[in-house]
């Protein structure tokens, strides 16, 4: 029988190489939904190529362009941030989750409530919302396979094992594109500069992430609400190769890695196929070729988005909406120039200190509303100090 399958955020890098997968095997999957955003021409060749029953794109403004570009093809056209999370009601049996940013965390908790397995790549939806997302999950019969190298590493390392006998997890960074300039010049760090990852070719905004490590921030705190971990059993090493992508640690003193070549298509498959395991397209590593791994301990001096995870999950409640919001909008000044490069973290730092102390806020029940309240205080109040420090 075929699998009947949606891609939000089709248009991005993990949407793409989600189809290359599918792609290879047209036969065995039913195409539901495909979502993008500003990207229209690649969004509708893909919907006409795969036969989505509908294809939606973010922006109202561009349903024209959606439509014209469908035309005669029996593809459905929609538009805009409700149409997407509609097109998460349809059936399917499998989603993926890949819009980039807090917008993809509605579209996710919908595909759940329709007891969808939900192919994680938005980390954005753990982070801001992780108790809401499982607990949905659980109430609907849903499952959620994490699609982030590094978590899909664990779950593997994980499979047929007791979690009590976790001493600690290691989840590796490659320390992105600064990791070995001088302090004093990353505060001239250009646009075009962060935006080159040594290793993986990803979307702009994780790139820029890596490099500031907020990305492996989102992901410590991704690891403690998906793998219900203590935060201080979770470690980052830094590792320039980006070929481990992570560790558990048991009580017995072993130490499982995971080893693979930097391409995401391996995450992805993996949740594609689970609880199968299938051939994927991916490199087949030469260990003697590559010789050695590195490891180095991160520095917290560099990358401040390590201390203030531990920070929000210190925090708990919604402070992961508060974090991911701010550093969006911080992301946002970065790209748009108003900020440099180590201001995004001290901008962050100030909304979680304006913001944590609101008990009323932070530790209201976890609904969309409220993750959605909190999102919006957030980025009010990092554009605040934004405008501030430029001014
Ligand atoms: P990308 O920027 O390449 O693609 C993002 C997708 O989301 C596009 O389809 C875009 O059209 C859509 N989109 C953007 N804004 C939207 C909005 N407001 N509403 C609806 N759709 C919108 O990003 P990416 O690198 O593919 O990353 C996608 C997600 O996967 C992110 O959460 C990222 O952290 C995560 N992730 C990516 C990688 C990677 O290798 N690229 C690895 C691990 C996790
Ligand atoms: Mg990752």
Redesign the pocket.
């Known amino acids: 029988m075929k699998r009947r399958v949606s891609i939000f955020?089709?248009?991005?890098?993990?949407?793409q190489n989600t189809i290359d997968l599918i792609r290879r095997a047209p036969d065995d999957y039913d195409v539901v939904a495909l979502?993008?955003?500003?990207?229209i021409a690649q969004l509708a060749a893909d919907a006409i190529d795969l036969g989505a029953d509908i294809a939606i794109t973010?922006h109202d403004a561009r349903l024209d362009d959606l439509r014209a570009a469908l035309q005669g093809s029996g593809v459905r056209a929609a538009a805009g941030?409700n149409a997407?999370r509609e097109a998460a009601t349809r059936p399917a049996d499998w989603v993926m989750s890949?819009?980039?940013?807090a917008?993809?965390l509605a579209p996710g908790v919908e595909a759940l409530k329709q007891g969808a397995t939900l192919a994680l790549?938005?980390?954005?939806s753990l982070v801001c919302a992780g108790r809401l997302m499982l607990e949905t999950a659980q109430t609907h019969g849903a499952a959620i396979l994490p699609?982030?190298?590094e978590h899909s590493a664990i779950f593997q390392a994980l499979i047929g094992e007791d979690m009590a006998a976790v001493e600690r997890i290691i989840i590796t960074a490659s320390g992105g594109a600064f990791r070995d300039w001088p302090l004093e010049k990353l505060a001239d760090a250009t646009l075009d500069q962060a935006s080159s990852h040594p290793n993986?070719d990803?979307?702009?905004?994780?790139t820029i992430d890596s490099a500031s490590m907020f990305?492996k921030a989102m992901e410590v705190i991704e690891t403690h609400e998906f793998f219900n971990i203590d935060p201080a059993r979770i470690e980052v090493l830094v590792h320039p190769q980006s070929m481990i992508h992570a560790l558990v640690g048991f009580n017995d003193g072993a130490l499982m890695a995971h080893v693979g070549p930097p391409d995401?298509r391996h995450a992805i498959g993996f949740a594609l196929h689970h609880p199968h395991r299938k051939h994927l397209p991916v490199e087949r590593l030469d260990l003697a070729k590559i010789g050695s791994f590195e490891f180095r301990t991160p520095d917290e001096i560099r990358w401040p988005a390590l201390r203030l995870a531990r920070e929000v999950m210190e925090r708990g409640g919604m402070a992961g909406a508060v974090f991911n919001a701010a550093k969006e909008t911080a992301l946002d000044g970065f790209i748009d120039g108003r900020l440099r490069f180590p201001q995004m973290a001290e901008v962050v730092e100030d909304v979680l200190t304006q913001l944590n102390s609101d008990t009323g806020l932070i530790d209201a029940t976890m609904t969309l509303d409220n993750v959605a309240q909190v999102d919006h205080l957030a980025r009010e109040a990092a554009q605040a100090v934004i405008t501030k420090r430029a001014g």
């Open positions: 955020g089709a248009t991005g890098s993990i949407g979502t993008g955003a500003g990207n973010a941030t997407i890949a819009i980039v940013g917008a993809g790549a938005n980390k954005e699609v982030d190298s993986w990803m979307g702009q905004r994780i990305n995401m």
